[in-house]
């Protein structure tokens, strides 16, 4: 079971995986989420108390299932950054004071992310940025990003929106995927908002857990 991302600009990314070869008494939707779901775990480990991951936690939380998709599909813009921020302070989704964005980092985060969507495209040459996720064991590879992970927020933003997108778009016939989507990501954000997610984590064993208590056939 792989994974693989590979930003050929800034401007355009594509999305290669495929879920055979593990959990063989899985559907293959069950095996799909339980990539993404270990994706998104292991992109929260990897960026941290990072800003970036903060706004992206905040949009899976608060966009309900059928937002959530058409976002992934570039339906409808990203709210911004300091719309989010006030949306979620205002539902009590997290408190005020766990939250340490101030207003130059949001419009940053605005500015250099949500507003440059790139393009998802089929699998083209070898991007020369990429995010390359397998299983089992769990192990996640970045190329192309440096010793200081510059482009990586970035890249980890939009490409959860993709794997989103396309785990939607191979389901469609299932309507129950936009809510199980949606109940993944919104779990695993919630736990990263509560810090409660460590280096030391296993986001397999975590997402094998999660994915069981959707009771998803």
């Given at each position: 079971?792989?994974?693989?991302?590979?930003?050929?600009?800034?401007?355009?990314?594509?999305?290669?995986?495929?879920?055979?070869?593990?959990?063989?008494?899985?559907?293959?939707?069950k095996?799909?989420l339980?990539?993404?779901?270990?994706?998104?775990?292991?992109?929260?480990?990897?960026?941290?108390?990072?800003?970036?991951?903060?706004?992206?936690?905040?949009?899976?939380?608060?966009?309900?299932?059928?937002?959530?998709?058409?976002?992934?599909?570039?339906?409808?813009?990203?709210?911004?950054?300091?719309?989010i921020?006030?949306?979620?302070?205002?539902?009590?989704?997290?408190?005020?004071?766990?939250?340490?964005?101030?207003?130059?980092?949001?419009?940053?985060?605005?500015?250099?992310?949500l507003?440059?969507?790139?393009?998802?495209?089929?699998?083209?040459?070898?991007?020369?940025?990429?995010?390359?996720?397998?299983?089992?064991?769990?192990?996640?590879?970045?190329?192309?990003?440096?010793?200081?992970?510059?482009?990586?927020?970035?890249?980890?933003?939009?490409?959860?929106?993709?794997?989103?997108?396309?785990?939607?778009?191979?389901?469609?016939?299932?309507?129950?995927?936009?809510?199980?989507?949606?109940?993944?990501?919104?779990?695993?954000?919630?736990?990263?908002?509560?810090?409660?997610?460590?280096?030391?984590?296993?986001?397999?064993?975590?997402?094998?857990?999660?994915?069981?208590?959707?009771?998803?056939?």
């Open positions: 079971m792989y994974l693989r991302v590979e930003f050929n600009s800034k401007n355009e990314y594509s999305i290669d995986y495929d879920v055979r070869g593990l959990y063989e008494n899985f559907s293959t939707t095996r799909e339980l990539l993404l779901a270990t994706y998104l775990f292991r992109i929260y480990i990897n960026i941290r108390t990072n800003p970036v991951g903060k706004v992206l936690s905040l949009i899976l939380v608060d966009s309900s299932p059928y937002d959530l998709i058409s976002l992934s599909r570039y339906e409808e813009p990203f709210p911004s950054a300091s719309h921020y006030r949306v979620s302070v205002a539902r009590n989704i997290v408190h005020h004071d766990d939250i340490n964005l101030d207003s130059d980092i949001i419009e940053l985060i605005n500015e250099k992310i507003l440059k969507r790139p393009r998802l495209i089929e699998k083209g040459i070898d991007g020369n940025k990429r995010l390359e996720l397998t299983l089992s064991p769990c192990i996640m590879k970045l190329k192309g990003f440096g010793i200081l992970g510059s482009g990586f927020n970035y890249c980890a933003l939009h490409s959860v929106f993709g794997l989103i997108r396309k785990v939607a778009d191979n389901n469609i016939d299932d309507p129950r995927i936009e809510r199980n989507i949606k109940t993944c990501v919104e779990e695993i954000s919630v736990s990263y908002l509560k810090n409660a997610l460590t280096p030391f984590l296993n986001a397999e064993y975590a997402s094998l857990e999660l994915i069981n208590s959707l009771n998803i056939n």
